[in-house]
């Protein structure tokens, strides 16, 4: 597969003999693969290209040269692809998140760039690829980047928080007695206040260890609170009567906004949602046994978001609580209940993520209110 270092000049196809093509692109840092095929099969170039401006621009050039291009499959959408997803996106370019090649294939074929690429292509023809891409480009993916500097700065504080006390505990009894009883608002800002002198044996170092640390987590504590406005700013500008759902707050919204992406559109049904968010069933019948088991797949993230609204209901809502204990009656377990609350709570949570598509595909109601 040869590199692409310089803009060359597509081979020009008269207008009349072009034929649709599919591209295919194996994603990395610093170089993409791309393949592109007829929509036959048959394959018809594969280089690589720099994942640059200059060269998405080149890829694409280099594609659109071998005939109409309308559908793209690109693997790692999310991260090293997300760019030239955009690039692709903003030329009206269709384009299919491709997971990894299957396993015993590519035990049977052996594993290159060039290889990953035409599979990502003839993923999208053979129909094996049809989710859709997140375009990463709206509020969404403020949430997202938001989300991230949160989750960040929550581990480094409670890292200072856990350092302070454990440098506390052992400095001299004098400064530790002065501190004690203090709650933790108020210990950071005497810790913070402490006197910066010269730095003269253990005792010295404890006290200018305690001052930069409570310094420390001050700091994280306004990034976080900053972080905090911001979220529920995004996400009332994204979909305004979502957090007004019971139980709903900004972490669990904006992970659930996050699972859903900047274009809900892509998801057919609340029926996708639910799968998305690993909460539809999975038959586990057997013999005389007739059940549904957990799901296990799609965004944990989500599902986590979904199990704490479903709690937060549980302990505090009327009906949520008729429901557990009408079910329990019935033989349910806890578990099993917990799941079908939140495939009822997925289903809620779409209408407000997707109003345009529950609009148009309306669903019927639920046989019993979570």
């Not at 999310?78 to 998140?97: M, Q």
């Given at each position: 597969m040869t590199?692409?270092?310089?803009p ?13 093509i599919?591209?295919?692109?194996d994603t ?12 036959l099969g ?8 720099p ?13 659109l040269s071998?005939?109409r291009?309308?559908r793209a ?13 955009r ?27 060039a ?8 993923a ?11 375009t990463?480009?709206?509020?969404v ?9 949160k ?7 409670t890292?200072?928080?856990n ?7 052992c ?5 530790r ?24 044996g ?6 200018h ?9 001050q700091h ?6 900053d972080l905090n406005k911001?979220i ?35 998801l ?16 586990a019948?057997s ?18 978001a ?23 009656a019935?033989?349910?377990?806890k ?6 609350l ?7 949570i779409?209408r407000?993520i997707?109003?345009?598509?529950t ?10 209110a979570?």
């Amino acid at each position: 597969m040869t590199r692409i270092t310089q803009p060359t000049a597509p081979c020009h196809v008269p207008a009349e003999a072009e034929e649709d093509i599919l591209l295919g692109v194996d994603t990395h840092k610093d170089v993409h693969a791309a393949a592109v095929i007829t929509t036959l099969g048959a394959v018809l170039d594969g280089r690589s290209f720099p994942a640059t401006a200059e060269g998405y621009r080149q890829l694409l050039s280099w594609a659109l040269s071998f005939g109409r291009l309308r559908r793209a499959g690109v693997e790692c959408t999310g991260s090293y692809g997300a760019a030239l997803t955009r690039h692709l996106r903003a030329e009206g370019i269709e384009v299919t998140e491709v997971n990894q090649p299957d396993k015993a294939a590519r035990r049977r074929h052996g594993k290159t760039d060039a290889v990953d690429a035409e599979a990502a292509a003839r993923a999208v023809l053979s129909g094996r690829a049809t989710a859709a891409a997140k375009t990463s480009d709206g509020p969404v993916e403020m949430l997202r980047l938001f989300k991230l500097a949160k989750g960040s700065a929550i581990k480094s504080r409670t890292q200072a928080i856990n350092q302070l006390k454990s440098v506390l505990v052992c400095t001299d009894a004098e400064l530790r007695e002065s501190l004690a009883g203090l709650s933790n608002p108020k210990l950071f800002q005497q810790c913070a206040l402490l006197a910066q002198s010269e730095v003269s044996g253990p005792a010295g170092a404890a006290r200018h260890t305690l001052r930069l640390l409570a310094r420390r987590i001050q700091h994280l504590t306004e990034e976080i609170n900053d972080l905090n406005k911001r979220i529920t700013e995004a996400i009332r500008a994204r979909t305004p009567g979502l957090l007004d759902v019971h139980g709903v707050g900004p972490d669990t919204a904006a992970a659930l906004l996050i699972s859903a992406g900047d274009n809900p559109e892509r998801l057919d049904s609340e029926a996708s949602f639910a799968a998305l968010c690993g909460t539809s069933p999975v038959e586990a019948s057997s013999g005389k046994t007739q059940r549904r088991r957990l799901n296990r797949g799609g965004d944990r993230q989500a599902n986590a978001a979904l199990y704490r609204i479903v709690l937060s209901r549980l302990r505090w809502a009327g009906p949520s609580q008729d429901y557990l204990q009408r079910r329990l009656a019935e033989g349910k377990t806890k578990r099993e209940i917990i799941r079908c609350l939140k495939r009822y709570v997925a289903r809620e949570i779409y209408r407000h993520i997707a109003p345009a598509n529950t609009a148009a595909h309306p669903t019927k109601p639920a046989r019993d209110a979570a």
